[in-house]
């Protein structure tokens, strides 16, 4: 399926798509809510839902257009500090911990796509919360997730090592194939530890 640039296209959008059900969704349960209701304490509820409806859209958009879009305007290289402000965004209901150990102030744009979206993918590995450290130095993309349960299934390992058949991958494989393919372009490798006893790690080693 994703032999053309066009499928693969349909298949982030599907994911972007995916994601932003939820939080839209909820945005306008709570307007039909709050054109019915007229209990000023329930209405005070409906205007706090859907504040927070609409600043988890706008997260999720700010991150995905990092991660999946041009991120036009901001040049060939990216402040680490919009990728550190995406990813808190994005995880921002308090269940995943950031821990950000980048020192750089800038990378590439591939490199952040890349860190980005092997954030997307530790981040729903940890299926109760816990803990996300982000490092990247000299080439390499380094994510740790720890937490009482971490899953990371056979199709996004698969994925992300490029043994997946592209013909079969599914929407939420596309950023794991988004990464393998960055990866490879660059002359790197996708580094990927099984998960075991609450811990994944995931990265990718480029060329300097």
């Known amino acids: ?37 007229t209990d000023p304490e329930m209405r005070e509820r409906c205007l706090e839902l859907l504040a927070e409806s609409a600043a988890a859209t706008a997260n999720r958009l700010k991150f995905y257009r990092l991660a ?3 991120a036009g305007g901001f040049g060939e290289a990216i402040d680490t500090r919009e990728a550190r402000t995406a990813i808190e965004g994005l995880h921002g209901n ?19 796509k890349i860190l980005l979206n092997l954030a997307l993918l530790a981040g729903d590995a940890l299926v109760r919360g816990g803990e996300l450290d982000v490092a990247a130095e000299n080439g390499e993309v380094v994510l740790r997730a720890e937490g009482p349960r971490v899953v ?5 390992r698969n994925a992300l090592l490029g043994e997946a058949d592209p013909d079969l991958l599914s929407a ?11 990866v490879t372009e660059a002359g790197g490798e996708v580094q990927l530890s099984t998960p075991s006893e609450g811990l994944l790690m995931i990265g990718a080693r480029l060329p300097r």
């Open 94 to 112: 308090g269940k995943v911990k950031l821990g950000w150990m980048v020192e750089a102030p800038s990378l590439p744009k591939d490199s952040i």
């Open 1 to 37: 399926m994703v032999n053309r640039s066009a499928d693969f296209a349909s298949l982030l959008c599907s994911r972007l798509c995916h994601d932003l059900l939820s939080p839209v969704g909820a945005l306008n349960n709570g307007i039909e809510l709050l054109a019915d209701e």
């Open 68 to 70: 999946f879009g041009a």
């Open 172 to 182: 939420r494989a596309a950023a794991a194939w988004l990464v393998h393919l960055l």
């Open 152 to 156: 990371l299934d056979a199709e996004l």
